[in-house]
């Protein structure tokens, strides 16, 4: 093992003091946030920002001292990338075409019995792979030289499925074929597009290396036509979903000027499957923040509350996870509460319909006064405690009396009802004692709550 030299110590020392400090006020940080239910976004903001410090001075540790890192933010070149995986190879080698490839994955192709190149298409005149022994020293010596560990081998690729140049041309034919103006030929083209996405995460990554894809991929939904076939939409929307869970098509797909506007569309007219894909699609595009900002201001919300509201069981599902992730962001909140969520999620949860998620989404509304208020109107103090003595859900309880903690400081009249309920049943005292660490602090700061106001009632 390498020693450690004397300035390398200094280094590491320097920086295990400023990390230390930063750790300190990223805990300041964190437990404002977790302690305070209407935080303020500056500190979600500081505690992005210390986050980001302790991480790029951890990465200079480790590129000072000799150590490498396991996840790099710089691209290999694309000489280093497996054109199948498109990840840095491990084990590069040549096929009989000329061209270089990693080897468990040329392995898969021959394997599954194609006698082609993947990438010119050419016919191959044996199978012998020779390793790229120049292209591993290369990739060897770029991995030193940023601090990134070599790629392990690979052990099991039967899942991955290639991408050929007549994949592509396929892919791309059935694309032009949407633009058909025959509707059994749209048909036939949404269906097999459907059902490649579905199967095969490479050819949903396939899409951003095709110009256009996505517009073309909407196109028959965009024509403006009231009579959209029913089975087209249904396939087209289920292949927008299908495209969204890859990680790389989340900006390329919500960015499309008509895609989101035809999901909120899809979320009001079509088959139930088509309107549950529909919101299924707005929650995973809504695991980017640019993209919650993007979806709640086109108006995505009030639709997803209604089917929410109609209760056929799948969709509610998919629209109330929708709802939730949109309203991380505090514009959303405002447009949630517009529309109508606060009654919609409080019918459904006095009809014991999805508790979990729609106390999640109401726990995280309650951050907002008009949410508050319209809580108190509607009786919900009354259920809320009903939930905290009978469920067995430590989750849903710390819901419940996180709310009940914000209406209490907004209302104090709410307060005579709450201390009833103590009286009777020493409700929120058992939560203050066996709840999870964030009950524990919101029923005893209720608990200080009442007796202040028992004491200056007696006065």
Not at 179 to 192: F, Y
Not at 236 to 253: G, R
Not at 288 to 304: C, F, Q, V
Not at 422 to 428: F, L, Q, S, V
Request: charged content about 25%; glycine content about 4%; proline content about 4%.
């Amino acid at each position: 093992m390498a020693k450690t030299t004397t300035m390398e110590k200094g280094v590491v020392l320097e920086a295990k003091v400023s990390a230390e400090e930063l750790k300190r006020q990223l805990q300041r940080v964190v437990q404002s946030i977790v302690d305070e239910d209407d935080y303020a976004l500056e500190a979600t903001d500081r505690a992005m920002q210390t986050l980001s410090c302790l991480k790029e001075l951890k990465m200079k540790m480790l590129k000072k001292s000799g150590s490498v890192l396991h996840i790099s933010s710089i691209p290999p070149p694309e000489l280093f990338r497996c054109p199948i995986s498109g990840q840095l190879m491990n084990d590069p080698v040549v096929i009989a075409s000329g061209q270089t490839y990693d080897r468990p994955f040329i392995q898969k192709w021959l394997k599954d019995g194609h006698r082609t190149c993947p990438q010119t298409d050419q016919v191959l005149s044996h199978t012998i792979l020779t390793p790229n022994l120049v292209v591993k020293e290369m990739i060897s010596r770029w991995c030193k030289e940023h601090g990134i560990e070599v790629p392990s081998p690979l052990q099991d690729v039967d899942e991955v499925k290639v991408i050929s140049n007549a994949d592509r041309g396929r892919l791309s034919s059935l694309l032009e074929n949407l633009s058909s103006s025959a509707l059994t030929d749209q048909k036939m083209a949404a269906k097999e597009i459907r059902q490649i996405t579905k199967r095969s995460p490479s050819f949903r990554a396939l899409f951003g290396e095709i110009p256009n894809s996505i517009s073309h991929l909407v196109e028959p939904l965009s024509s403006g036509k009231m009579d959209i076939d029913p089975e087209l939409q249904e396939d087209l929307v289920t292949t927008i979903l299908n495209l969204s869970i890859h990680d790389s098509n989340k900006k390329l797909v919500a960015e499309n000027p008509s895609v989101i506007p035809l999901l909120i569309e899809a979320l009001k007219i079509g088959s139930i499957e088509t309107r549950s894909n529909a919101a299924a699609a707005l929650f995973t595009l809504s695991a980017l923040d640019s993209n919650k900002y993007l979806i709640g201001k086109l108006g995505a919300l009030k639709p997803l509350i209604e089917l929410l509201e109609e209760g056929h069981p799948p969709a509610m599902k998919d629209a109330a996870s929708a709802i939730f992730s949109l309203c991380i962001v505090l514009e959303n909140k405002s447009r949630a509460i517009s529309d109508g969520a606060v009654g919609v999620i409080m019918k459904k949860i006095v009809d014991n319909l999805l508790m979990d998620e729609l106390l999640a989404i109401l726990a995280m509304l309650a951050c907002h006064h008009k949410a508050i208020e319209e809580m108190a109107e509607l009786g919900a103090v009354s259920f809320l405690l009903d939930i905290i003595r009978d469920s067995t859900s430590e989750r849903n309880k710390e819901n419940c009396i996180a709310i009940l903690y914000t209406m209490c400081f907004n209302d104090r009249t709410k307060l005579r009802e709450i201390r009833k309920e103590e009286d009777a049943n020493h409700t929120i005292s058992q939560l203050a004692e066996n709840g999870t660490s964030r009950a524990k602090r919101k029923a005893n700061g209720i608990l200080e709550r009442l007796n202040r106001y028992a004491v200056a009632n007696t006065a």
